[in-house]
C-alpha cells in the first residue's frame, strides 16, 4: 500500500504536446442571470421644434450627452436684436461722451 501511494505522489505529470499556430481566440461564457434596462425620462429645459436627431432608439449613452438640436432660428434672430440694442446703446453713450453730456453717477471724495 505504500508503494501504491508513493508511486502515485512521485509519477510523472501527463502533458499534451501540441504545435504553436497563430490564429483567433474564441472564449465562450454561458451564465444565468437577470439582465434589468435603464429608462429615463428626458425633458429640455426649452420648448422647440427639433432639428436634428444625434441618436437612434437603443443606443447607449452618457450623462451630459447631446441627444438632439432644437431648431433655434427665432433665438437666434432675438440674439442678433438685443446685440443690435446695445450697439445702439453703447453709441448714444459715446456720443454723449463726446459732446461733453454724459452724466455720471454721484462722486464720492
Known amino acids: 500500500m505504500v508503494a501504491l501511494v508513493v508511486w502515485a505522489a512521485l509519477r510523472p505529470t501527463r502533458v499534451e504536446v501540441a ?3 497563430r490564429g483567433d481566440l474564441v472564449a465562450t461564457l454561458s451564465a444565468t442571470g437577470v439582465v434589468e434596462a435603464y429608462q429615463a425620462e428626458v425633458a429640455p429645459a426649452i420648448i422647440g421644434r427639433v432639428s436634428e436627431v444625434l441618436v437612434e ?3 447607449v449613452v452618457r450623462e451630459g450627452q447631446v441627444l438632439a438640436r432644437l431648431e433655434a ?3 437666434r434672430a432675438a440674439v442678433r436684436e ?3 440694442a ?3 446703446a453703447r453709441a448714444e453713450v459715446e456720443g454723449r461722451r463726446a459732446a461733453g453730456d ?3 453717477g454721484p462722486r464720492t471724495p
Do not use: C, F, S
Open 86 to 88: 446695445v450697439a445702439g
Open 57 to 59: 432608439e437603443g443606443d
Open 19 to 21: 504545435e504553436v499556430r
Open 102 to 104: 454724459y452724466e455720471r
Open 73 to 75: 432660428t427665432k433665438e
Open 82 to 84: 438685443r446685440e443690435a
